[in-house]
């Protein structure tokens, strides 16, 4: 039986909003913006998950990615992308990926079940199975969506074209 609540979750279902719908219809121009004192714009924010999302499947996959020295290795050092094209390149980048965890929380019990090598020492101090590197994966995207949300709400673009909570 796959992992329906895991693959719910990864579209925005129940309490979290849908990662899709909060990134496919934002402009360039608004992706590279900042608002207030918050330190990412909405580009910084859907790197950084493309980042991780691509090293936690390349860890699945068993290539042993290298683990960034530094966590701002994880982020684009500019706010804004370079062109609309690197910024449709994203978003394009994180729904393959999305897709991707899916079809990995799609797997059968026996493959979720299977240990995911580590690639840092923090690896081995936890569970490291397929099913718990999706789960981890999947928080860490909410907990950024969930900037994204704010951040678009901050900049007077929301609920997304898609739709979403506006209480």
Known sequence: MPERT???LLHGKYAHANPVACVEDVSFELAG?????FQHSIWQLVSHVNYWMDYELKR???????YPAHAAESWPAHAAPANESEWKKAIAQFKDF??????LAESTPE??????PATHPDHTKHSSSLHAVLWQTLVHNSYHVGQIAMLRRALGAWPPSAGGDTW
């Open 6 to 8: 895991l693959v719910e």
């Open 33 to 37: 913006q900042r608002a207030g004192n």
């Open 60 to 66: 699945i996959r068993g290539e042993m990615p290298a």
């Open 98 to 103: 999305l897709a991707r965890l899916e079809a």
């Open 111 to 116: 493959v979720l079940a299977r240990e995911v």
